[in-house]
């Protein structure tokens, strides 16, 4: 995926630059170090390891297996999720608590998943970063100067939008993978409705999902749509109701 910024390389050559997987890990490592030193990690190895079990069954089906991904619970009540480029998923408690199902729970995974997978996050960081940087970043000799700037301005953007087209991306790739996956789809469905009840009352859910209407609206009838196209689907999709519940109950007293 050459999406980069036009500019011209050595010798006068124009060539195509994007910041490459090894970069783009670095990156997204030290994004990661500043959120576990910021956030308040759910200090419960069961649910890290769910997460993180749940996560990589997505990651098995998902079209891009060339970096690690890591999956982390944060004990706090916003209602969100994000992925820093490189594969470093975060998961908050406040939106775990919305969900009725380990379905609904890997929707939202394989969302974010589909983010890293379509490399929307380094994309987003490489134009903020501007043409100059990410080309020093890329072929230059003070790369830890660069990467320094690089991880602020990423832990800047975290909570930023992402284009239109990365949304569609992100539902498309996300629904996809969660078949694959063995989830039951309409999982996603459900998710939509619970966060665009919850964006009416609260902003900054997930992602800004429910802050405009007619976007919510849209990415409902794109689901359907996709759902249609899907079905018939495969037997024994599971929304994995018991073991959720259990999962709910195991999270600290409110
Ligand atoms: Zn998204």
């Known amino acids: 995926m050459l999406i980069g910024c036009a500019t011209t390389g050595p ?48 990651v098995a089906v998902s079209d891009r297996k060339d970096i690690e991904y890591h999956f982390t619970v944060i004990d706090s009540d916003q209602i969100n999720a994000f992925a820093a480029p490189g594969g470093f998923i975060y998961f908050y408690t406040g939106l775990i608590r ?11 995974l394989a969302h974010e998943i589909s983010h890293v997978v379509g490399r929307h996050g380094i994309r987003r960081l490489q134009t903020a970063l501007g ?12 790369t830890s100067v660069v990467l320094n700037a690089a991880i602020s301005l990423g832990v800047g953007l975290l909570f930023a939008d992402y284009s239109r087209d990365n949304e569609r991306e992100a539902d498309t790739f996300g629904m996809h993978y ?28 997930f992602e800004k999902m ?15 749509k996709q759902l249609d ?6 037997p024994d999709l599971i929304l994995g109701q018991a073991r959720f519940k259990q999962m709910l109950e195991r999270l600290p007293k409110k």
């Open 229 to 234: 196209e899907i079905k018939p689907l495969p």
């Open 131 to 142: 043409v100059a940087a990410a080309y020093e970043l890329v072929f230059g000799d003070s």
């Open 98 to 108: 919305e969900m009725d199902d380990e379905a609904e729970f890997a929707s939202v």
């Open 178 to 205: 969660m078949v694959k996956a063995g989830y039951n789809p309409n999982a996603m469905l459900s998710m939509f409705n619970i966060l665009a009840e919850k964006g009416n009352h609260e902003p900054n859910v």
């Open 210 to 224: 429910a802050s405009s209407h007619p976007e919510t609206k849209e990415r409902i009838d794109r689901a359907f």
């Open 11 to 58: 010798g006068g050559k124009k060539s195509v630059i994007f910041i490459p997987t090894g970069q783009e890990v670095a990156i997204g490592a030290g994004m990661a170090r500043h959120v576990d030193s910021t956030e308040n990690i759910l200090a419960d190895p069961v649910w890290q390891n769910y997460i993180n079990e749940v996560g990589q069954r997505i």
